[in-house]
């Protein structure tokens, strides 16, 4: 079953802005803290962002400031609003609930001239 469905990844120049979607079930907005995370090729998934149920948000110093994580509890959607993006941003973004060990696709978002 499908749980979490990414999207909004892309080519972006840098410095520039993408906002990251997910559509989340119902079961897993409703109950459980999400996050957003990336990886890069050959390394495990890091945390970027975080927000409760009761919609706190927490994050890395590394993206403090850059990246905004945000919910519609209408429409059971997570955002990922990222500004000045650099190349070393470039990475897969995926979202989840924390501690879930199933993953979704991913969108992929290149930062490059």
């Known amino acids: 079953q499908v749980e979490v469905v990414e999207s909004g990844g892309g080519l972006v120049q840098p410095g520039g802005s993408l906002n990251l979607s997910c559509a989340v079930s119902?079961?897993?907005?409703?109950?459980?803290?999400m996050g957003w995370f990336r990886q890069y090729p050959g390394k495990e998934r890091d945390l970027l962002a975080l927000?409760?149920?009761?919609?706190?948000?927490n994050y890395p110093v590394s993206v403090k400031g850059r990246f905004t994580i945000s919910r519609d509890t209408t429409k059971e959607m997570v955002y990922l609003q990222m500004n000045n993006l650099k190349p070393e941003d470039t990475a897969v973004y995926y979202c989840?609930?924390?501690?879930?060990?199933?993953w979704g696709q991913g969108t992929l978002v290149t930062v490059s001239s």
């Open positions: 927000i409760t149920t009761e919609g706190r948000t």
């Open positions: 989840n609930a924390i501690g879930r060990v199933i």
């Open positions: 119902k079961r897993l907005f409703s109950n459980y803290p």
